[in-house]
């Protein structure tokens, strides 16, 4: 039988002993992990409707692999005698602490991408009004706008405070437009002596500037930016002014009796919805004349109906979707899923698509897409353990970005053609949103009116566990 030289058995010894340390670095790494995991991250919901961290199960499984490695190795060790070398436990102890960078690159993997709190504002405080919404301004500018009843406030890519546009004197902000075309957005403002609003503003989202302000009275509703139009309703009237100009370019009368719901403006057209004596009923006006080019009885039943999109137009009405041609037919209809208008409904129309979230069943919703050329039910994106759509937008990758929430809160990634999330979901942790809020890129925006949160925050990669 050979024996082996004296140096190959060093060498051996040496071998053993530098990986019974480097597993018992990384099962002491992973056996901390698996703790704080289970006392600090873990959700109180039970792990079986989602609460166990992302993770822990296979780590759990590689800490006892490396536990078990790592006895092995000793016992080998320690019926060798290869621990009576000190060069072998310098080269172990080495070996040991590099080991545990590839431990931890592991345990990242396993635990998925993670995103905290980067920088936030100091909350308004109790006494502050109510937040209307915010816009947001070109994605290269960063720029971010939360308007209050108040006071309407831009903030800079670094979400540090950029300008400040105050109500007038004993007056208010009563509503804003959805949309900001060209960066400009519209607001309805009403002064002292009028109820909201007798005023309306716009704004250019990344200085604050006023470009022009109109006196409208009676104003109705929110007021829509789309195209080259600043398109709002009064108590008689649709009236249409150039976006960048302010100059009155027409005014469309109501049908007599009739009261004004909701209003979208497009680039090829304005979409009315008004209660008239037939019911509710959708009006298409031309863009550049307004002139009634169709209109169009909309089915009402426990849910209100509500303008999608003005070009495409689209509405939806009975929780069905209906796309219109050039003439006012309904393209097309889907049946199911249905899409709701009311409640905390979260909808985005990005190109010629709406994607709109839809209960699925008790508590859980589900992302529907439907296509607004006709009407086509697309596809269909449900989210495991997560029980509620929170914020919906178009990244500037032209991704679907969303935040859902379950046992945890995640920020998905989805590709708009087909719904499949690109990549895994990014856990949020600790972040202080409220009821209701929007979220620009990395940026959140609370709407939440009791003042408490902070009015808009930054988030970024989570750096150590």
């Known amino acids: 039988m050979n024996t082996p030289s004296p140096l190959v058995k060093r060498l051996g010894d040496h071998v053993r002993l530098a990986a019974a340390c480097a597993f018992s670095a990384v099962a002491a790494l992973y056996g901390v992990l698996c703790l704080r995991l289970t006392v600090v991250d873990m959700s109180d919901v039970v792990c079986s409707d989602g609460g166990c961290p992302r993770g822990l ?18 016992w080998s060790v320690v019926k060798g005698r290869g621990y009576r070398s000190a060069v072998g436990w310098v080269l172990a102890v080495t070996v040991g602490l590099v080991a545990l960078w590839p431990g931890w690159l592991g345990y990242s993997w396993l635990r998925g991408p993670h995103m905290d709190l980067f920088s936030y504002q100091v909350p308004d405080g109790p006494g502050a009004d109510k937040p209307l919404g915010s816009w947001a301004g070109h994605p290269d500018t960063g720029f971010v706008v939360r308007a209050r009843a108040d006071v309407v406030t831009g903030y800079n890519g670094e979400g540090r405070h ?3 546009l105050p109500a007038p004197a004993g007056g208010a902000v009563c509503a ?40 409208v009275p009676k104003l109705v509703g929110k007021p829509s930016a789309g195209g080259s139009l600043a398109a709002t ?15 009155e370019l027409w005014r469309s009368p109501l049908p007599a009796g009739a009261v ?78 249905y899409v709701p208008t009311t409640g905390e409904t979260e909808w985005l129309v990005a190109g010629e698509v709406l994607y709109a979230s839809v209960p699925e069943r008790e508590k859980r919703e589900v992302l529907a897409a439907f296509s607004l050329t006709d009407g086509r039910h697309l596809w269909t994106r449900a989210f495991e353990d997560d029980w509620r759509i929170r914020a919906l937008t178009a990244d500037r990758f032209g991704r679907i970005a969303l935040v859902t929430e379950g046992a945890y809160t ?15 979901p990014t856990v949020l942790r600790g972040l202080r949103l409220g009821e209701s809020f929007a979220l620009y890129g ?5 709407l939440d009116d009791d003042g408490r949160l902070p009015p808009i925050f930054d988030v970024a990669p989570t750096i150590g566990w």
């Open 260 to 337: 004004a719901l909701e209003v979208a403006a497009g680039p090829d057209r304005v979409l009315l919805l008004a209660r008239t004596d037939q019911g509710v009923e959708l009006f298409a006006l031309g863009a550049r004349t307004g002139a009634v080019a169709w209109r169009f009885p909309m089915p009402v039943g426990y849910e209100s109906p509500r303008i999608v999109s003005a070009s495409p137009a689209a509405a939806v009405g009975d929780g069905r979707l209906l796309v219109f041609d050039d003439a006012g037919r309904p393209r097309g209809e889907s049946p199911a899923p």
């Open 57 to 74: 199960g296979p780590l759990v499984l590689w800490a006892l692999v490396a536990v078990s490695a790592a006895g092995g190795l000793w």
């Open 162 to 164: 950029g300008w400040s």
């Open 176 to 215: 804003m437009s959805g949309d900001t075309p060209s960066g400009i957005g519209l607001l309805t403002v009403t002064t002292a002596e009028s109820t909201c609003g007798n005023r309306l503003v716009a704004v250019d989202v990344t200085s604050g500037k006023q470009l022009w302000t109109k006196d």
């Open 410 to 424: 995640h920020l998905w990634h989805l590709d708009p053609r087909t719904g499949k999330p690109r990549g895994e």
């Open 442 to 446: 990395r940026t959140f925006v609370n």
């Open 233 to 247: 309703a009064t108590a008689d009237a649709v009236l249409a002014h150039d976006l960048v100009t302010g100059a």
